[in-house]
């Protein structure tokens, strides 16, 4: 009997373009098996658990300063208490599930989207992001002049080398430049674009004809490498209205081409103060592409933030019941 297969044999099996383009960081990154601590099991049964750095009554419920329990009163006792103890690594479920509801306004039921990642915040998704696909040397396309934080965010942390691209940071977009930049890469070279349209709050997407033939300009790539793209949808127009998110012209439509959804409360919710992003992927939630990649990027939220605030996805979750 051979060994058995590995998680990331299962991952190049079910995503070949997305294993290709991975960093060698995004390739190493595998979940241990003692992810998270193991202490709760040993106060099960006892009156307060303070094993793992949060106080509990010894049925899962928060014992809270009388402050913050006043700080938080609009909540129920429920998720008062779920706001006060740790949230889950990837962020609370039920957030998850309301969340990509919310993008998937419009789409239909076979564009695939996983169940988004809960992030420290919309810039932090794309930190994540490029963390898993950019490296030393890498080159990265961005639109030029990039939002302010990409430059950072995608070079200063990964090494890559990053390509301005003249056209996509412009009005109005002429995805041409962008073709030629894909086609100036070496043969066989996976290729990250970073792209976030509208580029400002204040600032119209693409138009129809516009977006038609960056869609067309990314395709063409995508049958000569692999193509990720971090789709930034800070600025995001109403989900499932026309000015929707570029991810949906893109997911499961090729299969070189991968595309990452980054957006959160930062944006047209105008609630930055959360800290509260999300990382999406192109792949059903139940699927082995979906469970791997998260798992890894759960690795990385576990080794930076820990996870993610509970008390802001609780009011953040509250707040989504009105939209």
């Not at 383009?21 to 992810?35: D, H, K, V």
Request: aromatic share 4%.
């Amino acid at each position: 009997m051979g060994d058995p297969p590995q998680p990331d044999d299962a991952l190049e099996a079910a995503a070949p373009a997305l294993w290709a383009a991975l960093s060698p960081l995004g390739r190493r990154l595998r979940m241990p098996a003692n992810f998270l601590p193991q202490q709760t099991a040993e106060a099960r049964g006892k009156r307060f658990n303070a094993t793992i750095g949060q106080i509990t009554d010894g049925h899962g419920r928060a014992v809270p300063l009388p402050t913050v329990a006043a700080a938080l009163a609009g909540l129920s006792e429920e998720g008062r208490s779920r706001a006060l103890l740790y949230s889950p690594v990837e962020g609370l479920l039920e957030l998850r599930q309301r969340w990509r509801a919310r993008q998937r306004r419009g789409q239909p039921e076979d564009r695939p989207s996983s169940l988004p990642l809960a992030t420290g915040g919309v810039v932090h998704a794309l930190s994540l992001a490029a963390q898993l696909f950019a490296a030393e040397g890498r080159p990265v396309l961005l639109q030029a002049p990039p939002p302010a934080e990409h430059p950072a965010v995608l070079g200063l942390r990964t090494g890559a080398r990053l390509v301005p691209v003249d056209g996509l940071g412009k009005r109005p977009c002429d995805p041409q430049p962008l073709a030629a930049a894909l086609r100036a890469l070496a043969d066989g070279e996976p290729a990250l674009v970073a792209l976030r349209l509208p580029a400002a709050a204040d600032e119209a997407p693409p138009s129809p004809q516009e977006r038609s033939t960056l869609v067309k300009v990314l395709f063409a790539a995508a049958a000569r490498r692999p193509v990720v793209v971090l789709v930034d949808d800070l600025w995001e127009l109403e989900p499932g209205g026309a000015g929707g998110s570029l991810f949906w012209d893109l997911a499961g439509r090729h299969p070189s081409l991968v595309p990452l959804k980054v957006d959160g409360a930062d944006g047209r919710l105008g609630y930055p103060g959360a800290r509260i992003g999300f990382l999406t992927l192109p792949f059903p939630p139940d699927s082995v592409a979906a469970r791997e990649v998260e798992n890894k990027v759960k690795l990385l939220l576990r080794a930076e933030i820990g996870s993610p605030s509970a008390a802001s996805q609780m009011v953040l979750l509250a707040a989504l019941a009105d939209l």
